[in-house]
Nanobody
Framework: QLQASGGGLVQAGGSLRLSCAASGVAFSTYAMGWFRQAPGKEREFVAA????????YYADSVKGRFSISRDNAKNTVYLQMNSLKPEDTAVYYCAADTGVVTTKFDYEYDYWGQGTLVTVSS
């Protein structure tokens, strides 16, 4: 089970940190990803991190503003979001990938959290 939290309302230029706590899964062996879905749009990749944390990937739209990290001792993955823009408004989902390769493709992910809403006002 994955439980995402930390969403909320923030002004443009502000920051938020999302958390995703895992239970009942072998968290430390899974790659983790963050995806988002804005109203009326398809779900899109945001960031991913390998099981060890050594490798990270970002969508071009968030590169340099967002940072993904994980604490395997706490079974938690984080998404630090800085310099937020109105176009970052979306429901953010965390997901776990049991495969070997860290990926940006949502169909590769096996477990999904319930989502947390991020709203960025202009």
């Amino acid at each position: 089970q994955l439980q995402a939290s930390g969403g909320g309302l923030v002004q443009a230029g502000g920051s938020l940190r999302l958390s995703c706590a895992a239970s009942g899964v072998a968290f430390s062996t899974y790659a983790m990803g963050w995806f988002r879905q804005a109203p009326g749009k398809e779900r899109e990749f945001v960031a991913a991190i390998s099981w060890s944390g050594a490798t990270t990937y970002y969508a071009d739209s968030v590169k340099g503003r967002f940072s993904i990290s994980r604490d395997n001792a706490k079974n938690t993955v984080y998404l630090q979001m800085n310099s937020l823009k109105p176009e970052d408004t979306a429901v953010y989902y965390c997901a776990a990938d049991t495969g070997v390769v860290t990926t940006k493709f949502d169909y590769e992910y096996d477990y999904w959290g319930q989502g947390t809403l991020v709203t960025v006002s202009s």
